[in-house]
């Protein structure tokens, strides 16, 4: 907005709506009142190709481990996607989990259910991980 001349929308944007959205985008009324011709009713042709599997709830810098709150299932061996603010984003398979209390967990299939594990790159609370459907 305080440049928008200078303004550059980047591919990588659109990757990442089209990673969530499960219908059809347009600018709604971002721009102007848009008019009930320009709504957009009909279905996706195609279904999301992810969906939300925890949200980070903490990271621990000295080991590594982050504590995630379940939201859709996953279990290790799974390739997953975590992204946050500024930017950060990366992809990494699930290795060994836990509970809270240290049990192992061969799948993570209880929603709300706080886990642990380790990722490859720090993440923040609040950060959010995704994995690919199908």
Not at 32 to 51: G, L, Q, V
Not at 84 to 99: L, S
Not at 104 to 133: C, G, N, W
């Amino acid at each position: 907005m305080d440049n928008p001349e200078g303004y550059a929308l980047r591919s990588e944007w659109l990757e990442d709506i089209g990673k969530a959205a499960n219908r059809p985008l347009n600018t709604g009324f971002f721009l102007y009142n848009s008019r009930s011709e320009e709504h957009i009713y009909e279905p996706e042709e195609k279904a999301a190709p992810f969906d939300f599997a925890a949200v980070v709830t903490e990271y621990d810098e000295d080991t590594g481990i982050a504590t995630v709150q379940q939201r859709n299932f996953f279990r290790p061996g799974m390739e997953v996607e975590f992204f946050g603010p500024g930017g950060r984003r990366f992809v990494q398979r699930v290795g060994d989990m836990t509970d809270v209390e240290g049990n192992s967990l061969e799948v993570a299939r209880h929603p709300l259910q706080l886990i642990r594990f380790r990722t490859e790159h720090p993440v923040a609370p609040l950060d959010i991980m995704r994995k690919r459907i199908g």
